[in-house]
């Protein structure tokens, strides 16, 4: 099956501060998510960018499907950003809606 | 928007028993739903595939006789764990979405704690 890598594992940053979390994905892929996962498990849709670019507030995300990766841009951090961001694949050769999520990234953001 | 409930939120039961998690979508049909299991500190894993109207489908080592799937209808989808053990302790999540090519929608999850 896809096979999925999120990078880096943990990221520490002042608040305040902008980041980039990376996804790379091993095939072509029929849909690409990002979420973040509050400490409370909730999972929070972020993007659906199985191509393209798209922005949202502080947020903005890039997919590059003929290389294979996504990469997530957080400007401005806050507080609240805490937590972990899985990208999650659904891969081109996969019945609809059959997920794989890389291991994750885990932000921390200090005030 | 799309939007998937889950119930209970959380659920604390005794060795042996059974519990059953629902998973409904609120403003939309959805024939084919997901049910993910995550541990502590991992990511999700998919468990099975709801099928309204047939039979689940379940992923490589997920037991189908533990974990029973029941998708009565076009919005709800139950998961069951019978005969709970301690290792089933864990965070289960169930998702849908309105087709191909477009996103996936995850309810809140339930945390399931077995004593």
């Known amino acids: 099956g896809i096979q999925v890598e999120q990078s880096p594992p943990d990221l520490i940053l002042q608040e305040g501060a902008n980041s980039t979390l990376r996804c790379n994905f091993s095939?072509?892929?029929?849909?690409l998510q990002w979420f973040h996962q509050n400490p409370w498990g909730q999972l929070i849709n972020l993007f659906y960018?199985?191509?393209g670019t798209k922005q949202n507030g502080r947020l903005s995300a890039t997919t590059v499907a003929t290389e294979r990766y996504s990469l997530l841009y957080i400007s401005s951090s806050q507080t609240t950003d805490s937590g972990v961001y899985f990208c999650?694949?659904?891969?081109?050769?996969?019945?609809?809606?059959?997920?794989?999520f890389g291991q994750g990234t885990i932000l921390t953001v200090h005030p | 928007g799309a939007v998937v409930s889950q119930h209970p939120s959380w659920v604390i039961c005794k060795s042996g028993t059974s519990v059953k998690i629902e998973c409904r979508s609120l403003?939309?049909?959805?024939?084919?739903m997901f049910w993910y299991r995550q541990f502590p500190k991992q990511s999700l894993m998919l468990m099975a595939t709801s099928n309204e109207g047939s039979k689940a489908t379940y992923e490589q080592g997920v037991e189908k006789d533990k974990f029973l799937i029941n998708h009565a209808s076009l919005t709800l989808s139950t998961l069951t764990v019978t005969s709970a053990h301690p290792e089933d302790s864990s965070f289960y999540i169930c998702?849908?979405?309105?087709?191909?090519?477009?996103?996936?929608?995850f309810g809140n999850g339930t945390r399931l704690t077995v004593t």
């Open positions: 999650a694949v659904e891969g081109g050769g996969t019945s609809y809606g059959k997920l794989t």
């Open positions: 403003d939309f049909q959805a024939t084919t």
């Open positions: 998702s849908a979405g309105q087709g191909k090519y477009s996103p996936l929608h």
């Open positions: 960018i199985p191509s």
């Open positions: 095939d072509s892929v029929n849909n």
